[in-house]
């Protein structure tokens, strides 16, 4: 097993995971050059003999910048984060055939060691699945459910025109729940 950031080559395969995953064209290729270009954002890449099997993207931001991840629920988040800097794990994916292998638990130690410089990491957890393995991972990890928040891709899906793989076309009416881990000083 090996975890890398990712490279150029890489892109066409994450791309093929995110959709089989979150669905059609959730993520796009002008957004996943952004993990080769931005020094801000990192994609981490979980390989097996040679095989893509997972990717974890991540963007650092400042606590102002908060509201453009939470546009209905700016002043809560506001509250928690105005003089913070955060890092904002978007994705954290692992091939269904190779899911409940540790995996996922291993790409996200490795952010948490790589990505030291901030006060917060925060993950918006997909609400589709009873039990939920994202969220056994971040509790296991020492994360804390912060906020549920109802139809939290709405306006984004209806914006991007993505399929949800859940609900299809637009709009997604899936939920979320915002985990919060504070990073030991």
């Known amino acids: 097993m090996e975890i890398r950031r990712v490279k150029s080559h890489d892109l066409p395969k994450i791309k093929e995971l995110s959709d089989h995953i979150f669905g059609k064209d959730y993520l796009m290729f002008d957004v996943l050059n952004e993990y080769l270009t931005k020094p801000l954002k990192r994609c981490y890449c979980l390989f097996q003999k040679n095989q893509l099997i997972g990717f974890c993207t991540v963007e650092t931001i400042d606590g102002g ?93 209806m914006h991007k025109k993505y399929h949800c793989a859940t609900c299809g076309a637009p709009p997604c009416r899936c939920n979320a729940e915002v985990y919060l881990l504070k990073k030991a000083h």
């Open 65 to 157: 910048c908060i509201s453009s991840y939470f546009l209905q629920q700016t002043k809560f988040f506001s509250h928690y984060f105005n003089h913070s800097t955060i890092a904002v794990i978007q994705q954290l994916v692992i091939t269904p055939s190779q899911q409940g292998n540790g995996y996922a638990n291993q790409l996200l130690k490795q952010v948490l060691t790589d990505i030291n410089e901030i006060d917060y990491y925060l993950c918006v957890c997909w609400d589709k699945l009873a039990p939920n393995p994202m969220k056994k991972l971040l509790i296991n990890n020492q994360f804390e459910s912060l906020k549920f928040i109802s139809n939290y891709w709405f306006n984004e899906s």
